[in-house]
């Protein structure tokens, strides 16, 4: 049951901006469970079930764009796979250091409440950018936001929204590229850990609540982003933070 308890928290926080990993870890120590990270890179790895349904129509358009040598989907996957690379250098060579941090709530705690500053001030940028658009400073840029948020506490979806909304994309394109960004993020490390994953059924079950409700968490952030509302899960960020600071 517990496990199943910890799929539908990274189902429903993988894409809303508050950090799935911080609070897998939180939730954890609320219910005296010891930290699994190959678990909880399992739960990761049905998340990424969840955004290649979201964003399936643009994964088939570069795919197909790929097979025609076609240059705007050329430009945009490389542009994906330069984004891509912080977080796999930061994941093979920092791999003891940040499974580490999976075991101090403190230290949650201060990355949750990073995270709430980095919502709070994406509701002030208002760019023009398409995907297109953005250059490959930018993916650098957006892709460094990515492997930081490796940490525990650190929103991946709201490191990387903020990081395209500071370079002047628009908001429900900034959304777009996270999504698409996630793909070979969420896989990799999935397939990474499974080898060391024991499956038994509650697993498996947590899995696919992770799936279910990621679904809907991805909806629930596309919407919050074009309204610009993010500020609310800030609050929400300070609030979970102070309190893994300085109470559980």
Same mark, same amino acid.
């Given at each position: 049951? @517990? ?9 429903? &926080?993988?894409?809303?901006?508050? =950090?799935? +990993?911080?609070?897998? *870890? %939180? $939730? ?20 990424? $079930?969840?955004?290649? /349904? ?11 764009? !790929?097979? @025609?040598?076609? @240059? ?7 542009? !994906?796979?330069? =984004? +891509? ?17 999976? =075991? ?7 990355? !949750?409440? %990073?995270?709430? $500053? ?12 398409? %995907? ?24 991946? =979806? ?21 999504? !698409? ?16 994953? +024991? ?7 947590? +899995? /696919? ?6 679904? %809907? ?5 596309? @919407? &919050? *982003? ?19 600071? $300085?109470?559980?």
């Amino acid at each position: 049951m @517990k496990n199943i308890i910890l799929g539908v928290v990274q189902g429903l &926080t993988e894409f809303l901006p508050v =950090s799935s +990993s911080g609070h897998l *870890v %939180i $939730f954890s120590h609320f219910m005296n469970i010891d930290t699994n990270v190959p678990y909880f890179a399992l739960l990761h790895l049905a998340t990424f $079930f969840a955004v290649l /349904i979201f964003v399936w129509q643009e994964v088939l358009q570069l795919i197909k764009g !790929l097979f @025609k040598w076609e @240059k705007e989907s050329l430009s945009l996957i490389l542009k !994906l796979i330069i =984004s +891509s690379i912080p977080a796999a250098i930061i994941g093979f060579t920092l791999e003891s250091t940040v499974e580490s941090a999976f =075991s101090s709530l403190s230290l949650v705690g201060i990355f !949750l409440l %990073i995270t709430g $500053f980095l919502l709070f001030f994406s509701d002030y940028f208002n760019g023009e950018k398409n %995907i297109q658009q953005i250059t490959y400073l930018d993916a650098l840029v957006i892709g460094i936001m990515q492997a930081i948020a490796i940490f525990p506490g650190l929103s991946r =979806s709201g490191s990387t929204i903020f990081a395209a909304l500071l370079m002047k994309m628009k908001r429900e394109d900034a959304v777009k590229y996270s999504f !698409l960004m996630s793909l070979p993020v969420t896989f990799g490390a999935g397939i990474f850990e499974i080898t060391k994953v +024991s499956f038994n059924p509650s697993m498996i079950l947590g +899995s /696919i609540a992770a799936f279910g409700f990621g679904l %809907i968490g991805l909806l629930l952030v596309k @919407k &919050t *982003v074009i309204a610009g509302k993010l500020k609310y899960f800030s609050i929400y960020c300070f609030i979970i933070g102070f309190l893994a600071i $300085f109470i559980l």
